[in-house]
C-alpha cells in the first residue's frame, strides 16, 4: 500500500513492478488505514492501476469524503463564529484543516470529525453555548438526542474531548478541553485564539507540530493515514519550527518516541525524510533500545489486519497491556487510569 500511495504523496515512483489494486487492498485502504481518498488520488491522477470494482469503490469513497469535508467546513464555521461572538478562543486541529494544510486538497485526507481545541477552562462553556444552539448530543450519535450539558461535562472531567452534532449537517465536533490525556510535565497546548490569521498559521507552532507527531506515536501509528501526515509534515515544517519542535520533544524526555517514529518513516517513504528532522538529534541523546521497543510496537500495530478484539482493547484500556510511553520511561498511574476508564464507562452505558 505504501508503495502505491508514493506518488499521491508527490514523491518519485519506486522501482519495481506494481499490480493493479484490487477490491480486497481498497476496502482495506478504506475501513483499515483511512486512505481511500488518498488512493483514489493515486489511480486517477498518478498512473497507478486498479482493477474495476476497486477503482469503483475508491470513487465512491472519495466522493463522500468530499461531501463530509464540505459538511465539515461548514459546520466548522457556524460554531467558530459562535465561539467567536461569545469571546470563547479556539483552534481547529487535525481533521480536515491538516488535510487543507498538507495535501493538494483538502478532500484528500480522511476526516470523520472536526476538532476544536477551546481556550483554557472555557470548554464548558462551549458545551452550554451548543446547548442553546440547538446542537446534539454523542449519546444519540446526533441523531435527534437533545445535547445533555451535564453529561458532557462528566465526560470532560474524565476525558480530555466530547462530541456535538452540528444540526444542520449532522457533522461530528469533538470539543477538545486537552489535546493529550496524560500530558507530560511542562506540556503546554498550543494557544487557542479569536483571530483566523493566527488560527491559520499551525504549522508554524512547534507545540501544535509536536503534538501531531505525538498523536502518531500514542496511538502506535496503527492507521496509514497519520504514516501519510507524518511524510508531509516532515518536510512542510520550515527548519525554524522543526528545531523549536524537536527542542520541546528534547525537554519533556521524547526524544527516543520521535526518533522511532521517523525511523519507522524511513522505512515506508526514504525520500519523505531526506535528512530533515534526524540529523537535529545527537546519537547519544536516545537510548538505543528504547527506541527499538517504540518501533517494535509501531510496526506490530501499523501490521494488524483489523481492529483488536474486544478483550484486547479493554486490557489497553485498563492498562494492562502498555506500549513504551512516549513521554519519559513511567506511564500514569495503573489506579489513576482505571478509574478513569471506569467513569467513562459508566457514562456511556448511561
Known amino acids: 500500500m505504501a508503495k502505491a500511495l508514493t506518488p499521491a504523496l508527490g514523491f518519485a515512483p519506486e522501482d519495481g513492478a506494481l499490480g493493479p489494486i484490487d477490491l480486497d487492498l481498497a476496502r482495506y485502504a478504506h475501513f483499515r488505514h483511512r486512505v481511500a481518498p488518498l488512493l483514489h488520488h493515486a489511480v486517477a491522477t498518478c498512473g497507478i492501476s486498479a482493477e474495476e470494482d476497486a477503482a469503483r469503490f475508491l470513487e465512491r469513497q472519495a466522493a463522500r469524503n468530499a461531501r463530509r469535508v464540505l459538511q465539515q467546513k461548514a459546520a466548522v464555521r457556524r460554531f467558530g463564529d459562535a465561539l467567536d461572538r461569545a469571546g470563547i478562543g479556539w483552534l481547529e486541529v487535525k481533521g480536515w484543516h491538516l488535510g487543507d494544510s498538507l495535501y493538494p486538497a483538502a478532500s484528500l485526507r480522511h476526516a470523520k470529525d472536526v476538532d476544536l481545541l477551546i481556550e483554557p477552562g472555557r470548554a464548558e462553556d462551549a458545551i452550554t453555548l451548543a446547548a442553546k444552539l440547538g446542537y446534539r448530543g454523542s449519546q444519540g450519535g ?28 449532522g457533522a461530528e465536533i469533538e470539543i477538545h478541553a486537552h489535546l493529550l490525556s496524560d500530558a507530560p510535565p511542562g506540556w503546554r497546548d498550543p494557544p487557542t485564539s479569536s483571530s483566523k490569521e ?118 489497553r484500556h485498563l492498562g494492562l497491556l502498555r506500549d513504551p510511553p512516549v513521554f519519559g520511561t513511567r506511564h500514569p498511574s495503573f489506579w489513576r487510569q482505571l478509574r478513569r476508564t471506569f467513569a467513562l464507562r459508566q457514562l456511556w452505558r448511561g
Open 198 to 315: 493566527e488560527r491559520s498559521q499551525t504549522l508554524r507552532r512547534p507545540d501544535y507540530v509536536l503534538y501531531l507527531i505525538t498523536h502518531g506515536t500514542a496511538t502506535g501509528w496503527k492507521r496509514m493515514k497519520w504514516l501519510c501526515d507524518l511524510a508531509l509534515l516532515a518536510s512542510g515544517v520550515d527548519c525554524a519550527t522543526r528545531k523549536q519542535a524537536i527542542a520541546l520533544a528534547r525537554e519533556l524526555d521524547g526524544l527516543p518516541a520521535l526518533c522511532a517514529s521517523f525511523d519507522l518513516l524511513r522505512e515506508l517513504w526514504p525520500q519523505a525524510t531526506d535528512g530533515l528532522w534526524l540529523p537535529l538529534i545527537a546519537p547519544d541523546e536516545c537510548d538505543a533500545k528504547t527506541i527499538r521497543s517504540h518501533r517494535a510496537a509501531f510496526i506490530r500495530q501499523l501490521n494488524e489486519e483489523s481492529e483488536p478484539s474486544a478483550p484486547l482493547r479493554y486490557a
Open 142 to 169: 446526533g441523531n435527534g438526542e437533545t445535547l445533555d450539558v451535564e453529561h458532557s461535562r462528566q465526560v470532560l472531567r474524565y476525558h480530555r474531548e466530547t462530541s456535538i452534532f452540528d444540526p444542520a449537517s
